[in-house]
């Protein structure tokens, strides 16, 4: 079992910043890769941005040049840095840990941060 627990998350004002953090515990094997997804209540869980082992990253159109996934290895962490926040960014943010566990592949998500930018 892996246990994700993000923190962070709060109320900005538009054009702030917030920085999200994972941090990953339990058995952790291979790391394939972690990201950062959003949901609305009621709606179907989306990306914001992914970070592989390797390191190569890719981002939602609505949150390039704005948003940073980055990580540290040692602490088994994931980091979000929102800059240039917009009401639409608004969302309950989740980390997601994807990990192979011998010839299994298993998926984990954290319980979710609420982010909510005024205007």
């Known amino acids: 079992q892996v246990q994700l627990v993000e923190s962070g998350g709060g109320l900005v004002q538009a054009g702030g910043s917030l920085r999200l953090s994972c941090a990953a515990s339990?058995?952790?094997?291979?790391?394939?890769?972690m990201g950062w997804y959003r949901q609305a209540p009621g709606k179907q869980r989306e990306l914001v941005a992914t970070i592989t082992s390797s390191g190569s990253t890719n981002y939602a159109d609505h949150v390039k040049g704005r948003f940073t996934i980055s990580r540290d290895n040692a602490k088994n962490s994931l980091y979000l840095q929102m800059n240039s926040l917009k009401p639409e960014d608004t969302f309950v943010y989740y980390c997601?840990?994807?990990?192979?566990?011998?010839?299994?592949?298993?998926?984990?998500w954290g319980q979710g941060t609420q982010v909510t930018v005024s205007s």
């Open positions: 339990g058995s952790i094997f291979s790391i394939n890769a």
């Open positions: 997601k840990l994807d990990q192979t566990e011998g010839r299994l592949r298993r998926i984990y």
